[in-house]
């Protein structure tokens, strides 16, 4: 009888043992890194268009405080550079994108694949 409880002791301290690593790894990750949306979740962003760091990439910052880089082949983003807008599409794992390239880079903001833009204002105020 004592082996027994002994044995299921065992067995409870390890398994409140693995959950609370478990439970640590997940507080140690960035609140950024969670927020992320999954790569080809759509997304739509209301907020200030900007020009991206990169040639041919745009920016955008939602209400939330959220910042997100913008391509397109269909909206013509450039015609409403520093327009408030409504851009929907896809995220993309620019990791993905880049995996030719050696250097690691720290991912800033999110990147989106613009599929539909809706002008709101003529400025941004």
């Known amino acids: 009888m004592k082996f027994t409880t002994l044995r299921l002791l065992w067995i409870g301290i ?3 043992g693995l959950c609370g690593s478990g439970w640590a790894q997940a507080q140690r ?3 950024k890194d969670r927020d992320k ?3 080809g979740k759509t997304v739509t962003v209301t907020g200030c268009l900007q020009k991206g760091d990169e040639p041919g990439e745009y920016s955008i910052k939602g209400a939330d405080g959220k910042e997100y880089g ?3 082949t269909t909206a013509k983003l450039a015609d409403h550079l520093n327009h408030k807008v409504t851009v929907a599409g896809k995220t993309v794992n620019e990791r993905e994108k880049r995996e030719g390239n050696k250097k690691e880079e720290k991912e800033e903001h999110e ?3 613009v599929t539909s833009l809706k002008m709101i204002s003529n ?3």
Do not use: F, G, V, Y
């Open 111 to 113: 990147h989106l694949n």
């Open 37 to 39: 949306a999954p790569a």
């Open 14 to 16: 390890l398994s409140l």
């Open 70 to 72: 913008l391509r397109s």
């Open 123 to 125: 400025s941004c105020n």
């Open 29 to 31: 990750q960035k609140p």
